[in-house]
C-alpha cells in the first residue's frame, strides 16, 4: 500500500538541471498541459537580467515546477513527522504548482507599471494621468485564473478539488496559517527554489543555500506555524544573506536595474498613447478571455518594442527608448548614491542632499543637458534589508505590527519546543544585521552623445555635495 501512495505522485518524471528528478501524479500533468500552465514557458524568471547575465533566461514554468518539487519533499518529510495529514498532501503540491500561474509579462516590472511616484511626480506630473483602478497583484490574477479559467477548473472540479481553496493558498488567505506560510514568509519555498535556480542561471554564487539541510529541518510549532529547528541557524543565517547579496549583485544591479527602468518608462509611454492597458479592469477582462490570455506574456510586450524601435530614429523619446532596448544599449548611470541606515535613524546627508536637489533641480538639468525628460530615468531600487521587521523595533512600534507580518518572520524551534524569530536571537548575526538597510538613489540617462553624458554626469554630481 505505502510503495503505491508513492507511485501515485511519480505517474512521470521530469529531469530538472536544480533538483534532478521531479516526480508528478496524472492530475498534476494535467494541470501542467494546460495552456493557461503552459503559458509560463513564455515568462522569463528574470526578465531583463539575461542582457548582462546571459544564462539567466529560465522561466517561471522551471520555476514552478522548482518549487512545487520543493513543497512535495517538505510535505513528505511532515507527513512522517505527523505534522500535516496525508490528506494535505495533494492539495498543497498543487498550491505550489500554480503559486505563479498570474504573473505578468515582465513579471513585477509590468505589474506595478503604474504605482512609481517618481514617474508622476518628477517626470512631469501635470500631464500624466492615473489609472482608474490599479494593476492587480499578481496574486488577485492567479486567484482569477484557478477560479474562473475552465482549463484550470474543469480539471479541479472533477477530482474534487476546491479552487477557492487553491486559490486561498497563493493569496495567503487560506484559514490553516501553516498552508499559507509554506510560499509566503521569510522561510518559504518560493524563495528557497530562486535563489538556488537564479544563482545557477547567472553564475552568481551568492544564491547557494543549504537547501537539504533547510527542508530536513522545517517543522510546526504548537500555534501552527511554519519554523526551523534551532541546529539549522547557521543554514538559516546563510538563508538570509544569501536574499540580501543576491538582490544587491543580480536583483538590484545596477545594469539590470537600468534595463528594467528602461522598459518601464518605455511601456509607460506607451500607455499614456492607449497601447497598454488603462486601468486593472481591463487587466482582469483580458485574463478571463479565453485566447487573448494566452499571448499575455513576453514576447507580445517585445514585439511591441520592436515595432517602435523601427520609428525613424530623432523622430521620438519613445522611439529612442526601444531601440536602446531592442539594440541592448544599457543607460548610462550619471549619478548614484547608497546609504546603509539603521531602522530607528535617517540616510546619510549626502543620500538626503541628492534625493532634495535631485526633486527640485530635475527640470533645469534637462533643460541644461539637451537630453529629452522622457530619456531621464529617475527610479530608485527598493530597499534591501535581511528581515522585515528589525530586532531593535520598539515594543510601541511592534505592537502596531499586523500578527501576519510577525508569523512570516524566520522563527527557530528548540529542543524544549519553545520558538523565538531568528532576529530576537542576540547571538545570531542576522540580530545585528536586521536593524540595517541599504538604499539606493539612481539617476540614468539614455543618450548616445558622449558630451551630454559627460554634462549630465557634472550637473548630477553637484546634487551630491551642494
Avoid at 545570531?428 to 552623445?449: Q, T
Amino acid at each position: 500500500m505505502a510503495k503505491s501512495k508513492r507511485d501515485q505522485y511519480r505517474q512521470k518524471i521530469i529531469t530538472d538541471p536544480v533538483h534532478g528528478d521531479i516526480g508528478l501524479s496524472r492530475l498534476e500533468v494535467e494541470l501542467i498541459n494546460t495552456q493557461s500552465f503552459q503559458r509560463l514557458r513564455r515568462l522569463k524568471q528574470l526578465g531583463l537580467a539575461s542582457l548582462v547575465y546571459p544564462g539567466a533566461t529560465h522561466t517561471r514554468f522551471a520555476h514552478s515546477l522548482g518549487v512545487f518539487h520543493i513543497m512535495s519533499r517538505a510535505i513528505d518529510l511532515m507527513v512522517r513527522r505527523g505534522k500535516f495529514a496525508d490528506k494535505d498532501r495533494r492539495l498543497l503540491r498543487i498550491a505550489a504548482l500554480l503559486h505563479d500561474i498570474g504573473h505578468y509579462p515582465y513579471s513585477h516590472l509590468v505589474e506595478k507599471l503604474d504605482r512609481n511616484p517618481y514617474r508622476e511626480d518628477l517626470l512631469g506630473g501635470s500631464r500624466r494621468k492615473k489609472s482608474a483602478r490599479a494593476y492587480p497583484h499578481h496574486e488577485k490574477l492567479g486567484e482569477l485564473i484557478v477560479t474562473e479559467r475552465e482549463d484550470i477548473t474543469n480539471i479541479l472540479d472533477a477530482k474534487h478539488i476546491d479552487p477557492g481553496d487553491v486559490a486561498s493558498i497563493i493569496r495567503c488567505e487560506h484559514r490553516k496559517r501553516k498552508y499559507n506560510q509554506l510560499i509566503h514568509s521569510t522561510l518559504d519555498l518560493d524563495r528557497m527554489d530562486y535563489l538556488v535556480r537564479d544563482s545557477m542561471a547567472t553564475g552568481v554564487p551568492f544564491g547557494r543555500i543549504d537547501l537539504h539541510h533547510l527542508l530536513s529541518n522545517l517543522d510546526i510549532d504548537e500555534e501552527d506555524n511554519l519554523v526551523l529547528r534551532s541546529k539549522a541557524e547557521t543554514a538559516a543565517e546563510h538563508f538570509i544573506l544569501a536574499r540580501y547579496f543576491m538582490s544587491k549583485s543580480v536583483y538590484l544591479h545596477r545594469t539590470v536595474f537600468a534595463f528594467e527602468a528602461l522598459m518601464r518608462q518605455a511601456l509607460f509611454l506607451l500607455r499614456e498613447q492607449g497601447q497598454l492597458w488603462k486601468s486593472g479592469t481591463d487587466i482582469e477582462k483580458l485574463v478571463k478571455h479565453r485566447t487573448k490570455f494566452l499571448e499575455f506574456h513576453d514576447a507580445w510586450i517585445d514585439s511591441i518594442i520592436e515595432g517602435q524601435a523601427k520609428d525613424r530614429p530623432g523622430r521620438s523619446e519613445l522611439g529612442r527608448l526601444c531601440r536602446a532596448l531592442r539594440d541592448r544599449k544599457p543607460p548610462k548611470l550619471v549619478g548614484e548614491v547608497t546609504s546603509l541606515v539603521r531602522e530607528d535613524g535617517s540616510p546619510s546627508e549626502e543620500f538626503t542632499r541628492f534625493v532634495t536637489r535631485r526633486e527640485g533641480r530635475l527640470e533645469a538639468a534637462v533643460s541644461e543637458c539637451r537630453i529629452p525628460r522622457d530619456c531621464w530615468l529617475v527610479e530608485d531600487p527598493k530597499d534591501i534589508e535581511f528581515e522585515k521587521i528589525g530586532s531593535s523595533m520598539s515594543r510601541s512600534a511592534a505592537a502596531s505590527v499586523p500578527l501576519q507580518a510577525l508569523a512570516e518572520l524566520l522563527h527557530l524551534i528548540d529542543k524544549e519546543e519553545k520558538t523565538e524569530p531568528l532576529v530576537d536571537i542576540k547571538s545570531s548575526i542576522v540580530h545585528h544585521l536586521s536593524n540595517w538597510k541599504l538604499k539606493m538613489a539612481r539617476v540614468y540617462v539614455v543618450e548616445d552623445d558622449d558630451a551630454k553624458v559627460r554634462k549630465a554626469e557634472q550637473v548630477v554630481g553637484k546634487w551630491r555635495v551642494e
